[in-house]
């Protein structure tokens, strides 16, 4: 399996890194890590098994994480608009994207900006706005913060990045419940289960209102693609490779 990866600039002044494997012309496949993590510590072992499977895995930094450049704020457009960015830097004019957490919110909002870039996207446990009010979202992030704080004195990232992407999330964004019509990619949706922080009744929600969405449930936590990746592979891997 070649390895190879560097930093692009994804404009604004931000650049991203990113780390691939795979032949040079496989199809590709855009990874997108949760917050508090990077693409490499998230996705290696998933990056063998989609390079195992004849793809391209493109991991990438989100801004304020790892190797991406630390900025003077963190919107969630901003991640939105590094991802498209960096798919244009990278040369790639569509391609799936896999998000986890955060980095699914992020690929949730690029497909929604610009659904003829985004040809399969795949959303694992992602947090789910609330449409009117904080009081569904407020519980659970509170719960998750202090283990939060445990990753970010170990991570290599902005604190920042993370504490002002979870102030947004817990913010009430009828917007993005309106734009998930304009998906145009099949989206499977692999759900955490019981163990999980984000609520089963809200990834229901989000599912339904997709054009055309599928739900998974592995009940393994909210970072499914490490504490269960046979059950997560046997889950994306055929998603993604359907008509190749």
Known sequence: MMIGGGTVDAGGGVTIAYRTAGAAGAP??????????RGAASWDAFTRALAAAGLRPIALDLRGHGGSSRTRDYPLTGFRDDVL?????LGLGGA???????GAHTASLVAQAAPERVTRLVLEDPPVPSATSRAQSLPAWRMILPMLGLVVRRGRFDRRALTEAVRQLREPDPGWWARLPSIAAPTLVIGGGPRSHVAAGGLDALVRALPDGRLVTIPAGHRVHSTAPAAFEAAVLPFLTAGH
């Open 96 to 102: 799936p994207l896999v998000g986890h957490s955060l």
């Open 28 to 37: 590709p496949v855009v990874l997108l890590h949760g917050g508090g993590s």
């Open 85 to 89: 960015g960096a798919m244009d830097a």
